[in-house]
């Protein structure tokens, strides 16, 4: 299984995008208010800088998934004990956005749908392509979805400037201050991409060289557009609504008229957000699966992703029955400890690691 890099852009993309359409500019509005675009902005910088370390690691071990090359930094236990994180953090995306995306379907399209079988529908034609094709059918769903997906996103941005007022962005800093717009960040960074799962996906590569690239000018499209709809969203909306939002993207299109000619793209935008929902889900059960049949030895990947898929079934039929367990996106131990582990402090560590070893064979 190999994927190119013009694949691998098209992965990353749709996948951030994903993340940051639901959570992030919510998160961030709730606390910084009408600055909210600069803790976006603050955000976008560090899960950049996060995914350019984790890079260097991926560079480092080429012909290595996640699970091999910690066993080779830091030994057998230790490298499958750092790795737990990882397999908690992929599965905890994917409950949250798989229970995300049967609420909205429920809301906007399905009224009356019973929730499972939503979710049914769902899951399996998830657990299908990940078993029919792994990850290379998964990239070449994400090649022809993703330009029309990316196109909309951006397109939808520019559709009403009638309803766009700068004065409800303003004034800058002076209502929020530091304090408030770097609670903003901290709350929201960790929701708007996800650069560990290239720490399993580099391995797919077929070139090294342009996937780097690919991945970094993915999260740089995915982090452009994600400041530019929070400026947007703010200048329609305020920012006191914009807090209230459970989907403040798809929120965007229902604000689209022009010459009551053009309006009601929603129409659009939902099965494409569907779709892009579809190929963020196939990559978290891709990875998930791959990585634990290395951490186990049980060499038949796909028989684990048939079981994770009646977990997740499971998992999200729970906690939508168990509110506290759905509302965990400002747990503390998840936002000063969990996130800044995997994504910041784990990823430097073994950057660290790494080239130390390096320097040390040369």
């Known amino acids: 299984m190999k994927v190119s890099g013009y694949q691998m852009f098209w992965l990353i993309s749709i996948s951030s995008m994903i993340m940051f359409s639901y959570l992030p500019i919510r998160l961030a509005a709730e606390e910084s208010h009408q600055d909210s675009w600069i803790s976006i902005l603050l955000g976008s910088m560090i899960m950049m800088a996060a995914t350019w370390v984790i890079l260097r690691i991926c560079l480092q071990h080429k012909?290595?998934?996640l699970v091999n090359f910690l066993k080779d930094l830091l030994g057998t236990v230790i490298g499958k004990l750092i790795v737990i994180p990882y397999f908690i953090l992929w599965f905890m995306q994917m409950s949250t956005i798989t229970k995300s995306l049967v609420e909205f379907q429920n809301l906007v399209m399905l009224h009356n749908t019973p929730m499972i079988a939503i979710l049914l529908c769902m899951l399996f034609l998830i657990a299908f392509v990940v078993f029919k094709g792994g990850i290379t059918a998964i990239s070449r769903c994400a090649e022809i979805i993703g330009p029309i997906f990316v196109f909309t996103l951006f397109a939808q941005l520019v559709l009403n400037p009638q309803d766009m007022n700068v004065k409800r962005i303003l004034p800058i800093y002076v209502d929020s201050g530091w304090p408030h717009i770097l609670m903003g960040t901290l709350y929201s960074y960790n929701y708007m991409v996800d650069p560990s799962i290239i720490l399993m996906l580099f391995f797919f590569a077929r070139n090294k060289r342009?996937?780097?690239?690919?991945?970094?000018?993915?999260?740089?499209v995915s982090m452009i557009w994600g400041v530019l709809t929070t400026l947007v969203l703010l200048s329609i909306t305020g920012p006191f609504l914009a807090a209230q939002l459970v989907v403040p993207v798809y929120s965007l299109t229902k604000f689209i008229?022009?010459?009551?000619?053009?309006?009601n793209i929603d129409a659009v935008f939902i099965p494409l957000w569907l779709f892009g929902a579809f190929i963020k889900l196939a990559i978290g059960l891709f990875i998930l699966s791959y990585g634990l049949s290395e951490w186990t030895g049980f060499k038949n990947w796909k028989l684990i992703s048939g079981i994770l898929t009646f977990v997740l079934l499971a998992v999200v039929i729970y906690s939508s029955q168990h509110i506290e367990l759905s509302n965990m996106l400002k747990n503390s131990f998840l936002l000063h400890f969990f996130y800044p582990a995997v994504f910041l402090v784990i990823p430097i560590m073994l950057w660290m690691i790494s080239s130390i070893r390096q320097r040390i064979r040369t």
């Open 63 to 65: 012909d290595k998934t």
């Open 210 to 220: 342009s996937a780097s690239r690919a991945i970094l000018l993915g999260t740089a």
């Open 257 to 263: 008229h022009i010459l009551n000619f053009v309006q």
